[in-house]
């Protein structure tokens, strides 16, 4: 009797622990089809009502009056490139400039310290906090909403991950390329720009194209910096279109037109940024460290 | 650059500050003011927002932080509203995504075949590629409706007469599309983040409580999970950061509403997104001084945010010894 | 303007902001910024105006007339377009009545819209019914006082689910300015304004929002401009007016409202709501464009009172046909003669 109420528990107790297994793995496995549905549905809609939109007219001509059909969204694909190609001539030398300073000249200062807190501050601040500040020191002044004042938004942001990327990835190269050098005499400076950062060239590019991609999608700053325009950019001191302000604009409205090129939009833009953060890694899987 | 060999150190390493120095010099000159150039950046986005927050600060006080009520016209304004819609869009969005994206996880690190983990891994990431606008886009066009005709009128009709919680109007858009759409927003961090825990778990433990006796999933819950929790943790409160800061695509989503949220349907905003969406049309200095005041305490949480998850994240370093 | 290289790209950009622009007649690129009520029909006037002028680009961004108005007190903008006349407060801001012109450009109807997929009729709505919704007395579609509104109408008893402005807007003092004048309870409780306290609904961004978010929601109700329900085929009602008659918000039906106005204001500022006539819509609205009456930018200055010269006179003709009204022959010459004082350098920049 009590060796049978034995086996009956111990039964019961695998039993639990087989359930807890079944339970458990099947959360996970329905959690992991969430995640995977999520993407698919989002990319589907995407392709599905989005595609459409995307003929030549779309690529190159401007929009139409509203409501009007045969428009297109060139104005804000030229502006993107514009604002980003601005926002990396800003952003990418002061963010890798501050990252080698925190990985390869900083001592235990105040100085060093006070910056380093700086960084990790300002990378989490809301980008709208950045575009405010850039309203009131380069739009009101100047009287205009203007490309620079996006791009001057972007470069600010792209700073901080720069400067953090960078630090992480110098730090990664060993001493001993940088004893090398200074065994061999040469001076600091060499040694930095000579040996280490070409060293950590792959991870520093890496940082700088996730930046990009990151600022590339940004859409609140530019707001209150570069406003939209409906023409092609003809000045830098004007205000210009941007990928995230149009879909953000035809999103909004009631326009089954413009919900098409929203989608549109919306498609280039993920693919162009998927694809391209696919090439990266490909690229870059050489230089990385050991896989795990 | 002299390639000869020297035998005493310090008389090398004055042969090379006299020949080179001024390199040396010049190179501390420039990133240092890079770096100075920098601070003065942030310095001066924190002088704008105080400055211009500070006609609202002097008016309204520090109660504006507490209080209820946005009236453009005759000008008495309260934040209290944004800031319990901040914490709760943030908090619900990190807790959704916290667990749909640990158990995720879970199940690519220990289900999953090696071949299969790599590609999953970098399919979900994708999700991390998209644009917040394109996130908004989703959920004002696709989620929000079908919240609204689906979700939002069987909560209002089957339970909304017993609990006022689920009494609201169906609109759609508001809290529930916004912490949806924010929490999809957040997976990707979570998980490869998670993901990354996960593997640095060393087999032989895990295979030590195996051969105990454990099941696969006793080992997950009892070993796994407390081995990896710093990196857990870390990657909870990056995506907590994450949230708080999220802008376009809540104000897309959140349906814009100035009271304190009574049932599950309601809509409200968040402290990044009224900026976002009032910003350039206010009405009048005050107006404008009370959005800024809005950024100031934005930027606040977010400090105290950053500062707080620095010291749970070293303190949960120190008592455990794990690396996180 | 199009653009072939990177390389060109880069000449234009340098050579447009060192050379002077008054070298070329009508040349140039400015930025309005404001009214989305009037954005379809501003938005054609851009298009229409740079095929004739190829060389002026005018940059219209429907930002909400709060934005127009803020953005043109800021002086970031060439003209901003409001369909709220500046308050004296910020006419004061901007330098008092005699440093600013308004310039009514067109006039239009805010339509009650609404999304009811079973309820082919058209609805009517009286005061009661829409003071009713937005103060959110009424909750349900089969209300007795929008029952009474139609009679043999089967309403659903759906959620009344209100929407309204959530930026600053002028079709939102047009809408707020009608509910003050005919609910006491209103003009009490909310009052008129560009931003007010809503006591129910959610908000969308400008009327594109508005309409978008009527458009995805069952039962919901919004007011918008007459050419965004009838571009997006969504249902709008007729409203009674101060005569009892139930109005269909057509253009022809806010120039008699407009007609109906007893007299004009100087500087023009003036409101068209809840007007006399029998035949008058009551909800109806009209759009000014704001300029400094010193254009401190001379070239900018002609380019633009070119261009609203134009609009008032030979773009008139795109307004009916996006569902606006033609202005009147008495404002538009009241308009054109305010267009005048507007100064370039001393003398009018109309003068050739």
Request: contains cysteine; proline residues 5%; neutral net charge.
């Given at each position: 009797m009590a060796s049978k109420l034995k086996t009956l528990v111990a039964g019961l107790f695998e039993d639990r622990r087989k359930w807890r297994g079944i339970v458990g793995f099947s959360m996970t496995a329905v959690a992991t089809l969430i995640s995977l549905g999520a993407l698919f549905s989002i990319l589907g809609y995407l392709i599905i009502h989005g595609i459409g939109a995307l003929d030549l007219n779309f690529f190159i001509k401007e929009p139409a009056a509203v409501g009007d059909p045969g428009g297109g969204i060139a104005p804000s694909l030229l502006g993107t490139a514009i604002l980003v190609t601005i926002s990396t001539i800003i952003g990418a030398p002061l963010g890798v400039g501050v990252g080698i300073y925190l990985s390869e000249i900083a001592g235990d200062t105040l100085f060093a310290r006070v910056t380093r807190v700086a960084i990790n501050t300002f990378i989490g601040v809301p980008s709208i906090v950045i575009g405010i500040f850039v309203y009131f020191i380069l739009v009101k002044p100047t009287n205009t909403f203007s490309a620079v004042a996006g791009g001057l938004a972007l470069g600010i942001i792209m700073i901080p991950i720069m400067a953090r990327t960078t630090e992480d990835v110098l730090r990664l190269v060993p001493d001993s390329i940088r004893e090398a050098g200074l065994a061999l005499g040469a001076p600091k400076w060499r040694v930095t720009f000579d040996l280490v950062l070409p060293a950590a060239r792959a991870g520093v590019i890496t940082g700088g194209v996730l930046a990009v991609a990151r600022v590339a999608g940004e859409t609140a700053p530019l707001i209150l910096t570069a406003l939209g325009n409906e023409y092609y950019p003809s000045s830098l001191f004007k205000p210009i279109d941007e990928i995230t302000l149009r879909i953000l604009k035809y999103a909004r409205g009631p326009y089954d037109v413009w919900h098409q090129q929203a989608y549109g939009a919306a498609l280039i833009l993920v693919f162009g940024v998927a694809i391209g953060s696919l090439l990266l890694r490909l690229a870059t899987r050489d230089y990385n460290a050991p896989d795990r | 650059m002299t390639t000869a060999a020297s035998p005493a150190p310090p008389a090398r390493t004055q042969q090379r500050e006299g020949r080179s120095g001024r390199g040396d010099r010049i190179y501390h000159v420039l990133i240092q003011s890079m770096v100075c150039l920098v601070l003065a950046i942030f310095v001066g986005i924190f002088v704008v927002v105080v400055t211009g927050a500070w006609p609202a600060m002097k008016r309204f006080g520090l109660g504006f932080v507490i209080h209820s009520g946005w009236d453009p016209v005759h000008l008495v304004?309260?934040?209290?509203?944004?800031?319990?819609?901040?914490?709760?869009?943030?908090?619900?969005?990190?807790?959704?995504?916290?667990?749909?994206?640990?158990?995720?996880?879970?199940?690519?690190?220990?289900?999953?075949?090696?071949?299969?983990?790599?590609?999953?891994?970098?399919?979900?990431?994708?999700?991390?590629?998209?644009?917040?606008?394109?996130?908004?886009?989703?959920?004002?066009?696709?989620?929000?409706?079908?919240?609204?005709?689906?979700?939002?009128?069987?909560?209002?009709?089957?339970?909304?007469?017993?609990?006022?919680?689920?009494?609201?109007?169906?609109?759609?858009?508001?809290?529930?599309?916004?912490?949806?759409?924010?929490?999809?927003?957040?997976?990707?961090?979570?998980?490869?983040?998670?993901?990354?825990a996960l593997i640095l778990v060393p087999k032989d433990i895990k295979d030590g409580g195996l051969a105990l006796g454990a099941g696969r999933w006793d080992v997950v819950w009892g070993i796994s999970f407390p081995y990896a929790r710093n990196g857990i943790v870390g990657a909870f409160v990056l995506s907590l950061g994450r949230a708080l800061g999220e802008t376009i695509a809540v104000a897309m989503t959140i349906g814009g509403g100035y009271r304190l949220p009574t049932t599950v349907m309601d809509q409200g905003y968040t402290l990044a997104s009224v900026i976002a969406n009032e910003f350039n049309e206010v009405s009048s200095d005050t107006y404008l001084s009370a959005l800024i005041y809005c950024g100031l305490i934005l930027f606040v949480i977010t400090v105290v945010v950053n500062i707080l998850a620095y010291f749970i994240v070293r303190r949960l370093s120190g008592i455990h010894g794990f690396k996180a | 303007?199009?653009?072939?290289?990177?390389?060109?790209?880069?000449?234009?950009?340098?050579?447009?902001?060192?050379?002077?622009?008054?070298?070329?007649?009508?040349?140039?690129?400015?930025?309005?910024?404001?009214?989305?009520?009037?954005?379809?029909?501003?938005?054609?006037?851009?298009?229409?105006?740079?095929?004739?002028?190829?060389?002026?680009?005018?940059?219209?961004?429907?930002?909400?007339?709060?934005?127009?108005?803020?953005?043109?007190?800021?002086?970031?903008?060439?003209?901003?377009?409001?369909?709220?006349?500046?308050?004296?407060?910020?006419?004061?801001?901007?330098?008092?009545?005699?440093?600013?012109?308004h310039i009514p450009v067109t006039q239009g109807a805010v339509v009650i819209a609404y999304n009811l997929q079973g309820v082919s009729k058209q609805l009517r709505f009286s005061p009661e019914s829409i003071a009713g919704m937005y103060l959110g007395t009424i909750k349900l579609w089969n209300d007795p006082k929008i029952a009474a509104d139609n009679p043999g109408v089967s309403l659903p008893v759906k959620p009344v689910l209100v929407v309204h402005r959530s930026d600053g807007s002028g079709t939102t003092d047009v809408f707020t300015d009608y509910l003050s004048k005919v609910d006491a309870e209103w003009k009490s409780k909310v009052g008129r304004g560009t931003s007010v306290q809503w006591p129910v609904g959610i908000g969308g961004q400008g009327n594109e929002g508005v309409a978008n978010q009527v458009r995805n929601t069952e039962g919901g109700v919004g007011y918008i401009e007459l050419a965004y329900a009838r571009q997006n085929k969504i249902a709008y009602g007729s409203v009674k007016n101060r005569g009892g008659n139930y109005v269909e918000p057509d253009p022809k039906n806010v120039t008699n409202a407009a007609a109906s106005m007893k007299e004009l204001p100087a500087d023009l500022r003036f409101s068209i709501t809840d007007e006399q006539g029998p035949q008058a819509y009551p909800i109806a609205g009209s759009t000014w464009v704001l300029l400094y009456k010193n254009q401190s930018d001379v070239a900018q200055g002609k380019l633009v009172t070119a261009f609203v010269e134009w609009a008032i006179t030979d773009g008139q003709k795109y307004a009916n046909e996006l569902d606006y009204a033609v202005l009147s022959k008495n404002l538009a010459q009241k308009a054109q003669a305010a267009l005048r004082t507007v100064m370039c350098g001393g003398k009018s920049c109309l003068s050739k």
């Open positions: - | 304004f309260g934040a209290f509203p944004f800031v319990v819609g901040t914490i709760i869009v943030a908090f619900g969005a990190m807790i959704l995504a916290g667990g749909i994206g640990l158990m995720t996880a879970v199940c690519v690190t220990e289900l999953l075949p090696h071949w299969l983990q790599e590609p999953v891994t970098y399919l979900i990431e994708l999700l991390a590629f998209i644009p917040s606008v394109v996130y908004g886009l989703f959920g004002l066009l696709v989620l929000a409706p079908m919240l609204q005709r689906t979700v939002e009128v069987w909560l209002l009709t089957h339970l909304g007469p017993r609990f006022a919680i689920f009494n609201g109007a169906p609109y759609g858009v508001g809290y529930l599309s916004a912490i949806l759409i924010l929490a999809l927003m957040l997976l990707p961090l979570i998980v490869s983040l998670s993901r990354e | 303007m199009k653009i072939r290289s990177l390389s060109s790209l880069t000449v234009m950009v340098v050579c447009l902001n060192i050379a002077p622009s008054s070298l070329l007649a009508q040349s140039g690129a400015l930025t309005g910024a404001g009214s989305t009520f009037i954005n379809p029909l501003m938005s054609k006037w851009s298009k229409e105006y740079h095929t004739l002028h190829p060389n002026v680009e005018i940059n219209y961004q429907s930002i909400g007339s709060g934005g127009g108005r803020q953005q043109f007190l800021a002086k970031t903008v060439a003209f901003g377009a409001s369909d709220a006349p500046l308050t004296d407060e910020q006419l004061a801001q901007a330098g008092g009545e005699a440093n600013v012109v």
